[in-house]
């Protein structure tokens, strides 16, 4: 089956730079994408990679290696308000649904 | 983006009844949805994928048959959670693809139900 793994927990301060990692195993890939989540909130979409490399979307950027079935989410100059959960999700087997890993909670301190 | 509506926000009932989950697409068709369930400080799990006209598709160990999944029309899908326990209170949210915009891997969420059941 599909199964993604990230770090539970990241903490960095205002201004910073941090860097959530996600790896994956996967039978068969369609793309790796990233989702934030504010506590209580509903998921929203940040990013999506199909390709190998970074793509940037203002303050955050996202990379992939299919080849290591790795894949990162960048943020940069970070803020109080990036204070959230953060997914990493592939599509399932069937390439029909995303699944989802289990979230890294990013703590933003002044 | 594409907006997505939930109804009810949230939810209390007592055990042994049944509770009904709405979700909309506003501004799009949706042929597909996707209802996920949430506990509290952890991951989104896949329940089904409901399909516009046919029977939605449930993930491995959910019960079909106490999470009822309808979708009569092309912006509107239901979850009923049928006969609830207090093991189903949980965050239940769903989710489409607009195929007009979007990435492929981009889905838009409603807002949510938080169902608690007593």
């Known amino acids: 089956g599909q199964s993604l793994e990230q770090p539970s927990e990241v903490t960095a301060v205002e201004g910073a730079i941090v860097q959530i990692n996600c790896t994956y195993q996967?039978?068969?890939?369609?793309?790796l994408s990233w989702y934030q989540q504010h506590d209580g909130g509903a998921p929203t979409f940040l990013s999506y990679?199909?390709?190998?490399g970074l793509e940037e979307t203002g303050r955050f950027s996202s990379f992939l290696s299919r080849s290591d079935s790795y894949g990162y989410l960048l943020l940069q100059e970070l803020q109080m308000k990036d204070s959230a959960s953060y997914f990493c999700?592939?599509?399932?087997?069937?390439?029909?649904?995303?699944?989802f890993g289990k979230g890294t909670t990013l703590s933003v301190s002044s | 983006g594409a907006v997505v509506s939930q109804h009810p926000s949230r939810v209390i009932c007592k055990s042994g009844t049944s509770v009904k989950i709405e979700c909309r697409s506003l501004?799009?068709?949706?042929?597909?949805m996707f209802w996920y369930r949430q506990f509290p400080k952890q991951s989104l799990m896949l329940m089904a994928t409901?399909?516009?006209?046919?029977?939605?598709?449930?993930e491995q160990g959910v019960e079909k048959d106490k999470f009822l999944i309808n979708h009569a029309s092309l912006t509107l899908s239901t979850l009923t959670v049928t006969s609830a326990h207090p093991e189903d209170s949980s965050f239940y949210i769903c989710?489409?693809?607009?195929?007009?915009?979007?990435?492929?891997?981009?889905?838009?969420f409603g807002e949510g139900s938080r169902l608690t059941v007593l």
């Open positions: 996967t039978s068969g890939f369609y793309g």
């Open positions: 501004d799009f068709q949706a042929t597909t």
């Open positions: 409901s399909n516009e006209g046919s029977k939605a598709t449930y």
């Open positions: 990679n199909a390709l190998d």
């Open positions: 999700a592939t599509f399932n087997q069937a390439g029909t649904a995303l699944i």
């Open positions: 989710s489409a693809r607009d195929r007009r915009q979007g990435e492929i891997g981009e889905l838009f």
